[in-house]
């Protein structure tokens, strides 16, 4: 095992990228009860000081929308379904989508499950937002560049939009679609044979009742609309700031290109998102002191999705990242103990499929009876014309998203996050005033969306680990395909949170997760947890640096944070040993000098290694090529992302359908497979590289370009100032350091924190492009620089320590105060 041996001071960005404050600016603002203070320090992070718990909130979401304006009316929008009303007929299908699955429960039940005061935080909250939008309206010279552009303004916020799910991971319905499609078409013993589902054996079989000829994607359509990013034109923007038809195609700047627009490789991509976090005892470190790294992977784009804070209040002093729209903080820690969160599989999602009536669609078959769906009326403003009238229909299980009026079926949606404390991330409101294990678990009990590892590391040396995320208990089916809605599959209820997997103070002294499977052997909720899991290697890789048993550092989980070592090469390097590349390629010199470089590699995908760029190239032609040898050609769009898991398990052990390329034997036919799949990278690298250098973090492989939600319809002046990039990147989907499979980087570590317990004042973090929403500002891209190249910086959480570096001072005082 290789390990880098770093000194701090080279993992630690210390030098300031903004100037030290120059006075102090004092703001009147309408709604607050005291004097507030915000003291932003060197890298953008706010530190605001309140004397009441009601101004600490409003002076969050206050400070948030002054930093990130336009993301919050984006999320307005989406929230609101007032997309359209903005962007034209085009998007009417999304805010059909986001008013059909709009919370219409019990409005103060839902923001008090989040905190005992959670109506109260919420509601200061969304004033704090609504104050700063009004001064916008007294000087529009406030506005970011987005609003001039779009020719928009921003609206008004209620508590309904901060507890919008339309942003949410939700997990599993597309993939349970996708299933049933792939049974439907190939059996269900083809569909478990190229699929990764464990641990057990699932039962995907459809019932009869489903017609599976009948399933289809657009079954989803307006699911999918709600949930999607927002895609902008350049008719959408005013002509100054606007692409001229040849700009807009430019190769750097088009949706895929990270994939060649390649489908197969974009939906690894999407796979490949994932998070990291671990949690090392006191007894197994240096200082004594618990450790806890976390780095949720997003996507990444400019501005950030994520927004670092520091809550100072009564009975509040928390400090981390979350995102900017929400109150509180979801990853971070108080002055007891850090927290940090992955996803675990919770399948909180069914696709019901009913029987309607054939002289009435509104009435499907349940029980043995005809039962009338319920029907809301409602209006879509829509730019450039008058209002659509949109009907909403529900069943007892759900939203109804599809009707096939012609075949009598109409297909709905039961979702788990539409009960009561369905928002994604508020219940850390609870964590982060938790002072203990015990209360941290209890805190845990509330958070339903999306299922999560929560992990735990206190001033007291403990550790610990809960899966959270609400569980239907299904007793009789799995969960991965569509099932009738005629009440023979109804879920037994939720399970209880803490009786999720969980461990304390586990006897290896330290506990990792990275997506991965953690059911416990013979656990007895079985029927209350997912089967598609991430693959192994991020979470190997993690666990392997931690048992070495030595005591660790704050420097050393830093290295591994940013961890380049790929254990898929470790598998796949030596299959090529004894291969015959002669007939593969006419440059047989050059595969066998290849072949060689990397079997005198250290397996590190780092941006300037030439081994790396040949690796990757061959691992992606292996991963392309597997697919048609593989996956029947009918149920590629469903199936066409193959476990990499399962790819090294195939290679190690050849199935039959290796034999075709090998005269009849499955060992010579895989030899053939590895030898043609490298002789097509080796190629793939002359094409991209030509006479220079194979350097895999060059910008025309492995680089990292972030774009904001209007680059791509903006022109080059424009797009310049909205964009970040690009610089090299190493790594990949399968690295600790996960940076996707594609050659621009659109995944990945959206913000990093790691914490010693107790010394709160070493804590880093990383975060990218910079703190600021607005693409003028000089914290919009301060910190991207720093990020690319793996480094850290500092988060204090002192008074004295935040003294030292601030570089913006503001008061907010009551108006006329």
């Known amino acids: 095992m290789r390990v880098r041996v770093v000194a701090l001071a080279a993992l630690i960005v210390f030098l300031p990228t903004w100037p030290k404050e120059t006075g102090t600016e004092t703001l009147r603002v309408q709604g607050l009860e005291a004097r507030v203070e915000i003291l932003k320090d060197l890298w953008g992070v706010s530190h605001i000081y309140a004397e009441t718990e009601h101004d600490l909130f409003f002076a969050q979401g206050y400070n948030a929308a002054r930093d990130r304006l336009f993301q919050f009316e984006m999320w307005r929008r989406q929230a609101t379904g007032t997309v359209s009303e903005i962007l034209g007929a085009r998007e009417i299908e999304r805010d059909r989508g986001a008013r059909l699955f709009q919370y219409r429960g019990d409005l103060e039940a839902e923001l008090n499950h989040y905190h005992p005061h959670g109506a109260q935080i919420i509601r200061a909250f969304v004033d704090g937002i609504n104050a700063y939008i009004a001064e916008t309206e007294r000087d529009p010279d406030l506005l970011p560049v987005e609003f001039e552009m779009l020719g928009i303004t921003p609206a008004a916020w209620t508590p309904e939009i901060v507890i919008s799910r339309h942003q949410g991971l939700l997990m599993n319905i597309g993939q349970e679609l996708d299933l049933g499609v792939a049974v439907a078409r190939v059996g269900a013993e083809k569909v478990k044979e190229v699929s990764y589902f464990h641990p057990g054996d699932p039962d995907i079989e459809l019932d009869d009742a489903v017609d599976g000829s009948l399933l289809r994607s657009e079954i989803l359509d307006v699911y999918r609309a709600f949930r999607g990013q927002v895609r902008f034109r350049p008719e959408d923007i005013a002509p100054r700031f606007r692409a001229a038809a040849s700009e807009g195609n430019d190769d750097e700047w088009t949706e895929d290109d990270s994939y060649g627009g390649d489908a197969l490789r974009l939906e690894a991509e999407r796979a490949a998102t994932g998070s990291n976090n671990w949690v090392v005892a006191g007894r197994r470190t240096l200082s004594g002191r618990a450790l806890m790294a976390n780095d949720p ?22 400090i981390g990242g979350g995102e900017p729209v929400l109150p509180g903080i979801s990853i971070g820690h108080n002055e007891h103990g850090a927290w940090g969160l992955t996803v675990f599989q919770t399948d909180a999602e069914d696709l019901y499929v009913y029987e309607t009536h054939p002289d009435n669609p509104n009435r499907y078959r349940y029980d043995g009876a005809w039962e009338a769906m319920r029907v809301i009326e409602d209006e879509i403003p829509v730019g450039g014309q008058t209002a659509v009238r949109v009907r909403h229909k529900y069943t007892r299980h759900g939203p109804v998203v599809y009707e096939d009026r012609d075949n009598h079926v109409a297909y709905a949606v039961r979702a788990g996050w539409m009960e009561i404390g369905g928002a994604p991330y508020l219940a850390s409101l609870r964590m982060d005033q938790a002072k203990t294990w015990e209360e941290f ?27 959270v995320g609400i569980a239907p208990i299904r007793r009789n089916w799995s969960g991965l395909v569509p099932v009738p809605g005629d009440g023979r599959y109804e879920w037994d209820g939720y399970l209880e949170i803490r009786h999720k997997p969980h461990v304390f103070n586990p006897a290896k002294g330290f506990w990792s997760t990275a997506n991965q499977n953690l059911v416990p052997p013979g656990y007895e909720h079985r029927d209350a947890v997912g089967w598609s899991w991430s693959d192994p290697f991020r979470s190997a890789r993690i666990d392997e640096v931690l048992a070495t048993g030595r005591r660790f550092t704050m420097a050393e989980m830093m290295q591994l944070a940013t961890d380049y070592v790929s254990l898929p090469a470790r598998s796949l390097v030596p299959m090529l040993r004894g291969v015959d590349l002669s007939g593969a390629t006419t440059a047989a010199a050059r595969d066998e000098a290849a072949r060689g470089e990397l079997l005198d590699w250290n397996f590190e995908l780092a941006p300037d290694s030439r081994e790396a760029a040949i690796y990757v190239s061959w691992e992606r032609e292996i991963q392309s090529q597997m697919v048609p040898l593989v996956v029947p050609a009918e149920v590629r769009a469903s199936l066409g992302r193959l476990s990499m898991k399962k790819i090294i398990d195939w290679l190690g052990s050849p199935p039959a359908w290796f034999a075709p390329l090998g005269d009849g034997n499955p060992v010579a036919g895989r030899d053939a497979f590895l030898a043609r799949t490298f002789a097509r990278a080796l190629d793939g690298l002359e094409e991209r590289f030509g006479a220079d250098p194979w350097r895999y973090g060059d910008a025309r492989f492995k680089h990292v370009r972030l774009r904001h939600p209007l680059s791509g319809v903006a022109n080059p002046e424009t797009r310049a100032r909205l964009g970040v990039g690009p610089l090299p990147r190493g790594g990949n989907g399968f690295t600790v350091n996960q940076t996707g499979g594609g050659d621009n980087q659109t995944s990945g570590a959206s913000f990093r924190v790691i914490t010693e317990a107790g010394d709160w004042d070493a804590a880093v973090f990383t975060n990218t492009p910079g703190q600021a929403g607005d693409p003028d500002h000089p914290m919009y891209r301060n910190l991207f620089e720093g990020w690319a190249k793996d480094r850290f910086f500092p988060l204090y959480f002192s008074r004295d320590r935040v003294e030292a570096v601030v570089a913006d001072r503001v008061v907010l005082t009551p108006d006329g105060g």
């Open 441 to 467: 678990v209890d805190a845990c009990n509330y958070s339903n969306i999306p299922g999560e590892n929560m992990v735990w590391a206190d001033v007291d040396g403990n550790i610990g680990w809960q899966a």
């Open 297 to 318: 992977h997003r996507v990444q784009a400019a501005p950030s999705l994520r927004y670092l804070v520091h809550l100072v209040g009564p009975g509040w002093n928390v």
